[in-house]
């Protein structure tokens, strides 16, 4: 990561805009106008500017987040339509939704939703396979899922970006980078937070994104290559996690498998979240830590 040139930081926070941009407005139309608005860039510009920074066209980039959102709700919303996900997403029809999830899944929809997980598509990279990434594939399903909905306020946070297979290279960005960072904003005991953009079983994991933020006050200007961001406040499902990182993606996968589908809400387009309060804990010996996942969640 250059942290010392100034321009790259600039055009680094306008493409993570657009990002977040487009994943916030799935259910629209999105074209290439309005989102080098997005950026400040001239249309003329953002294409190739956009290709260039994330290795893929615009219009391939928003038809493979698409699909991953629409993937995403196929499991988490089970009395949900095909049609209404297909809606949710930006396809006018269940019939062009299903040839394009198809195409890229390798399944229909209705095929691909009635899979058991461990056995659909969640092999793109191995992201669940335990020893490689850090998650296990099969959640106790005996245990309860003690999840309770809370309101957050949106916070200002300064955040450095990995990208990459989550697992123990993540932890070794948290433990190399960020909280080295961290160490010199002179910020005392505040909140901290690892964002997942993407759902490492839909996304490969060269192209999954986190970001590693801390409660940043309004006068903060960022520095040594972080960038600012707010992050949404609203209604959460959260749930209490203790363990290590060969842990949290069974306790994530039994809040998007298990306790969402049986809860009467949906995810809506916010990120979902770990949030690490000031009296949060870490254990080097053992590798165990503490945290509350958060996800956003909207009625049906």
Known sequence: MN?????????????????????????????????????????????????????????????????????????????????????????????????????????????????????????????????????????????????????????????????????PALGRFWAETFNPWLATQNLGAVSRFGIGHDDPSLVPPEQCRYDCGVVVPPDWVPNGGALVTELPGGRYAALDFEGTAADIGSAWQAMMGRWLPSSGLQLDARPCFEHYGPAAKFDFRTGVFDCELCIPVAPL
């Not at 980039?61 to 629409?70: F, H, I, Q, S």
């Not at 998650?135 to 990995?162: A, H, K």
Request: glycine share 8%; charged share 25%.
């Open 3 to 167: 942290t010392s040139n100034p321009s790259r930081r600039q055009y680094e926070a306008r493409m993570h805009r657009v990002q977040a941009h487009i994943d916030r407005h799935l259910d629209q139309p999105l074209d290439l106008e309005a989102l080098a608005a997005v950026a400040h860039f001239s249309p003329f510009h953002f294409h190739r500017l956009f290709l260039a920074w994330t290795g893929q066209t615009l219009g391939g980039y928003l038809a493979r987040r698409r699909l991953e959102k629409a993937a995403q709700r196929l499991r988490g919303q089970p009395d949900s339509t095909v049609l209404s996900i297909a809606l949710s997403v930006g396809y006018g029809s269940a019939e062009a939704f299903t040839r394009a999830f198809k195409q890229h899944f390798g399944l229909p929809p209705t095929q691909w939703r009635n899979l058991d997980q461990a056995d659909s598509n969640l092999d793109q990279g191995g992201a669940w396979r335990e020893d490689e990434d850090g998650f296990s594939r099969n959640p106790d399903e005996g245990d309860p899922v003690n999840v309770r909905l809370i309101d957050r306020p949106p916070v200002r946070m300064g955040y450095l970006r990995y990208q990459g297979a989550y697992g």
